[in-house]
Each structure stands twice: as C-alpha cells, then as structure tokens.
C-alpha cells in the first residue's frame, strides 16, 4: 500500500527559528541540546511533555560501561555482538563501547548520582547477556529517572539564556523540506511544523525553521496493545522521518521485555516492568506448575539476552496452558529487595503484591525497537540536515537484539555525537553538503494528506499484535497487511467520519504508518534472528545476515533494499 507524505493539518500560525531544532527530551534530545548550546547561537527543544517526561525517565535497569578497571570495552563489545546475532555494525559498536565510559563520567561531572560502592565507586552490577559487572545503576532501580534529573536540572539552569528555547506539551507533526532534487533525491529538511497541545508557550500548529533537526523522540510502543513505553511512544519521529523520504532499517527487530507485571488479559497502556536487574540478582523464572524451565533453554538460564527469554516464556506459556509465568525473588531477602528495587518494590506493592513475599505474575510485552531511521556514525541521516539519536534511531549498535542497558548509552554517545557534527555544520566546518541550510526553503510535498480516525487505534495494536508479535509467522502476518490496507487513512475527507486533525487523529496516523512499515519488514525476513521469531522460519538463515532499508518514494510506495551489515552509511 502506499503511504501518504504528509499529515493532514491547518496551515502554521506562526513561526520560530533556530539554528538547530531537537526534538525530544530524553537522555539523547538532553544531550544533544545540551552540547549543542555551547557551540551555536540559538537552539529550540520541542518536547511531547515535559522536559522530564521523555523516555528516559521510565529506565530501571542502568546504563552500560566498562568502567571497572578488569573489564574492558573490547569485553564490553563480544558481549554487544553477541547479543545482535551477527547483524550489529562492528563500527558502531565500537564507538558504542570505547566512548561510553568518557560519557557517563561526564554525567557524573553534570551531577547524576549513581550508586556507589563502601569505597566511593561507581557500583557495578550485572544484567542479562553482560560477561562481567558494568551495569550503573542510580537509585537501585531508578537509572532513568536520575539521569533524566540531572540532565533537565542543567537545562533548567539555562531557561533564561535567549540562545535556548524549550516548548513543552508539542507534537512534531512533519519534517519541512526544500525542493527535491533533480534526481528526485528528497530535499534537505530545514524545519518541521509542530502543534502545541495546550500546555506550552506558543499556541496551535505553528513551523520551527532551523539549519538542521535532531530527531530524539524514543520509540513506537503504542502500535502495540500492551507495552513498557510512556502513552507518548507513537512513533512520531520515525513515521515523519519516513514521510520526509529518510532511509530506515531493521525495523522488524522489536525487543519484547520478558518480565512485564502481568495483571490479566485486556490491560492497556503503559505496562510495569520488572527489570532485568532482579534476575541479574538472582531472581528466578517459575512456570505456573512451580517448575524453573530456563536452565534448560540457554547455558545462562535467566541471565540470557532478552529475547531467548522472552521466546521461553511465550513457549512454556502455551505448554502449560497459561498466560502467564512467576518471577521468584523471595530467596535473595526481604530487605536487600526492599533497599536494591525500592521503585518496583513499591509499583508492585500498588497491585498488591509484595516482592519480598509473593511469586510475581509476568509475561513479555513491548519494550525497545532496535531498529529506527537510519544513520551514519555521526548521527546523519540519508536525508540532508536530519539527524538522529537515541531509539528513534538505527546506528547499527543493537544489530537483531539490544543488549541490555545499552540503549541508555547508545543515546547518551550518539546524541553528543550528532551534536558534534551538526555544530560543525552550522559553522559552515563539516564540508561536502551533508547537512541543510538557512537558505533553504520549505516546499510542500505533493500527494494527498493523511489523517487516520483516532477511533481505530485499537484495531491497529491488535493487528500489530497479532501480525508482527512476539512470534510471528506468515499468515499472521499477510492478515496484519491486509487489515492495516482496509483503514481509511483519509478520515478527514469521508463524510461523517468523527475525525479532524487533531492529536489523537495524528498520533494513530503515525501509528498506523509505522505497523505497516513494521509488518513489511516482518514478512520479509524469512528466518529467526533476534528480536524477530518466525514459527514458519525458526531457524537462523546465514543468507539473511543483511539488513531490510526502506523508504517512501516520490508517491509513498515503500520501497526497500538490502544492505551488507558493514557497508558505510
């Protein structure tokens, strides 16, 4: 099917502008804008929320780095490559994991306070598919939660520098572009149009025009029915990034949590997850007939990457007739569970169910999307003047499977690096016309506008459950296709159709973009490899260790190409 180039909205009622325009305001849109500010002369953040409601925030497990003096970022990288299933870009990674340890050491100087161990240092700890102790935590398990603090408390600290401009409550509708080239290359992106929900500082749908934009804005959670993601996880950035004519890659790699707090069938929304972090204490997984079934799976048992667990549950879920297995802490004692989780001691405790004491119901549900729009290692995307970081983007790092809690270093490193780079751009330093320009004028793109009834949003999840789920498989997946085709996708235009554009209507047209990217690229993959299972391809196909690329052409055809793993971006 064909996928329009834009959203149906009012024209712009006004107009700011920036030197860069960040969007998001996760650990990687902080980042960014942060060292942005101290190299170019006006920077505008756009955030969904607030400045403290990004992604980030919700991240218990702990941020990845070799910064004990017996581990290694060489160590740090077998373990990254593992855990990718032979699809991670080498290049990437190695960025990944010798940049990291400067990076959050400069998160310790911007004041996040980690846990720290009897002698002062950084407390180590370990996770799922981790060969050594490198996992910082802050807060026990409130990781996210302190970087995010730490991070917005030095932009607070610059609200009143007119070179900085922060709209809250703001949902970036489409990326501006210039006119296209004489190939019908898309032109550089010089902007995006933005509506205000009702909260921030400038009013209705309104055009923010800048050198270059960073889009930061997290994941795709909400194309799924259940998922670990904040309600403002709709895609947004990958689906107008997609609309712009930007390249986007390994987007059937979606990572399920293993070990989300189960509390019955038909739960909605944003779901709690028990991290990873428990099991890496020792924590053990039960099925409901009491039996602990990973030792048999993988020689790690609960320590194995994400998906090897998530794919055990799902499979001794339908053995025993359940849906649902146990997560057994009470061994590991009530007070070190108490004083090591006291964020998931006290969530769980608000369901009424006391970690210290009780088995927890859990099963897998959404978690992280490994793949995104595609960049270089600075962060450029095919589409001159766009960048991304953070999850929105595909570096490369987390190949078919992310490895546990890199995804806060990923958007940590790449976010400073895309910050780099734009700087050198907008100083006119980088060289070779990679980036956009003041000089470039917004042009409309051609072809109908998109406007999906935010009635259908749950048809979408249930599709995209059933079709691209945890396990997948070819039926499932023709039907998700032809269910996401049947939507009207022009709701505004149908008389009597209760949709206008508005928030709800833009956020489930981004959502239904995004699950017919997603099914594509599933049905696509004719193997098993990482976060993407195929009941009728179980096996791993060495032919398949390349990557799905796919963009909109001029009339919103995908159209998609493989890549070699380690072809330059």
Known sequence: MRLARRLAAPAAGWTAHADVVV?????????????????????????????????????????????????????????????????????????????????????????????????????????????????AHAGGDATGAEISRALVARLEAVRDDPGIEVIEHALVLDLLTGPPGPDGAPGAVCGVTLHVIGEGTRDGVGAALGRAVVLATGGIGQVYPSSTNPAQATGDGLAAALRAGAEVADVEFVQFHPTVLWLGAGVKGQLALVSEAVRGEGALLLDTDGVRFMPEVHP????????????????????????????????????????RFPTIHERLASEGIDLTTDLVPVAPAQHYHSGGVLTDLLGRTSVPGLYAAGEVACTGVHGANRLASNSLLEGLVFGHRAAEHVADHVAGLAGGGTGGGADVEPVDRAGDAALVAATVRNRIQRLAQQGPGVIRNGPALATAAQGLAGIPTRAHAVPGVVAAPQTAEWETTNLHQVAVVLTEAAAMRTESRGGHFREDFPAREPSWRRRLVGRLDADGTLVWRDRPVDEPT
């Open 300 to 339: 790690m048992a609960e320590l194995a990457p994400r998906d090897v667990v998530a794919h055990a549950i799902v499979r001794r879920m339908a053995a025993t007739g359940s849906d649902h297995v146990f997560l057994d802490a009470r061994h590991l004692g009530a007070d070190f569970l108490r004083e």
């Open 23 to 135: 969007v998001g305001s996760g650990i990687a849109g902080l980042t960014a804008a942060l060292r942005l500010r101290r190299r170019v002369d006006r920077v505008l953040l756009v955030t969904k929320g607030t400045l403290s409601s990004g992604s980030t925030v919700w991240a218990q497990g702990g941020i990845a780095a070799a910064l004990d003096p017996d581990d290694s970022p060489a160590a740090h990288r077998a373990d990254t490559l593992v855990a990718g299933v032979d699809l991670c870009d080498a290049r990437a990674v190695d960025v990944l994991v010798t940049e990291g340890p400067r990076r959050v050491r400069e998160l310790v100087a911007l004041g996040a306070r980690f846990d720290t161990d009897d002698d002062g240092r950084i407390a180590l700890t370990r996770e799922g598919g981790h060969g050594a102790d490198r996992i």
